[in-house]
């Protein structure tokens, strides 16, 4: 299968060459992998470079957005931009972050994947992160749920979804609206990515609340929203961050945002949390 990648990329000089080493040493390549430097002020370009004359199915594109780093907008809109420069000429495609090490087998296995059933939206791998010299599991979300750092879609259902929001909670909503349009959601615990920096370590601040906000975004309601909220800021060991993400819920009700989805798609998504909470309960 024909597949691209997408790396919205932002002062990573540590990490993006670990990354595209990775990807050229697959054992099955990409046909093409755009990296969208966003306003780098490091040396991310310089290393990228070498990668771009080296192999050719690498190449660059350069972005200049706010400095600002909040979750959700400012990467997918360098998703955008990347996913403006290529063709429809792919089976499925990617969106990778800028700072991960993917095992040799791991885009052949996620290949063999779509080929073995035709009803399969997405499909991804686990993150670990380094801790005390060991690679542990980055256990923030349920073992269904495909991280923001590494995403595959078949090409039909990218379509299908609409693309990727530029919004906190762009990578939850994705699959949410796969499992409307009746997409499988698969993942693989055998594909084990290094995830070589802590989700969340160059938010802002002003980050705090967007959570929140992306819960209320989703259509959650406001229940739903303090069940994930709770278990949310449990998994971070962050027992405040509940009250910050209740206050954004309530922040984006009372300046009555537009919703990510539609009113069907809204309630069928709290059908489906409560559905998969009463299943986790009894």
């Known amino acids: 299968m ?6 919205p990329t932002y002062n990573e ?6 990354t595209l ?23 991310t370009q310089e290393i ?5 004359e080296k192999y050719s199915f690498i190449t660059l594109v350069n972005k200049t957005s706010e400095a600002i780093h909040l979750p959700g907008s400012k990467v997918i809109q ?14 499925f495609i ?7 090490i993917f095992p040799s087998t791991y885009f052949e296995t996620i290949s063999n994947h779509f080929q073995s059933d035709s009803t399969i939206g997405m499909v991804g791998g686990f993150a670990y992160i380094e801790k005390n010299n060991q690679w542990i599991l980055e256990n923030l979300t349920d073992k269904d749920h495909i991280r923001g750092a590494f995403k595959a879609y078949r090409k039909e259902t990218f379509q299908q979804i609409g693309g990727l929001k530029p919004a906190m909670g762009w990578d939850t909503v994705d699959e949410l609206l796969c499992k409307f349009y009746n997409w499988k959601v698969v993942t693989d615990a055998s594909l084990k990515v290094k995830h070589l920096k802590p989700t969340g370590a160059n938010y802002n601040q002003a980050a705090r609340f967007k959570q929140g906000e992306a819960f209320y975004s989703l259509g959650y309601g406001f229940w739903i929203t303090a069940i ?11 027992p405040f961050l509940f009250f910050d993400y209740l206050h954004g819920f309530w922040k984006a009700k009372s300046a009555k945002k537009p919703l990510l989805v539609t009113p069907e798609q809204a ?11 009463k299943r986790k309960i009894f």
Do not use: C, H
């Open 267 to 277: 309630k069928f998504i709290r059908n489906y949390r409560w559905e998969k909470m």
């Open 78 to 91: 360098a998703f955008n931009k990347g996913l403006e420069t290529l063709d429809e000429n792919y089976d």
């Open 13 to 18: 000089e540590k990490f993006i060459a670990l």
């Open 94 to 100: 990617v969106k990778a972050d800028a700072d991960l």
């Open 48 to 52: 990228i470079q070498p990668f771009v």
């Open 228 to 238: 994930a909220s709770l278990k949310l800021a449990w998994l971070k060991k962050k």
């Open 2 to 7: 024909n597949y691209y990648l997408i790396i």
């Open 21 to 43: 080493q990775s990807l050229v040493e697959q054992t099955v390549l990409p046909s093409k992998v755009v990296v969208v430097n966003d306003g780098s002020t490091d040396k």
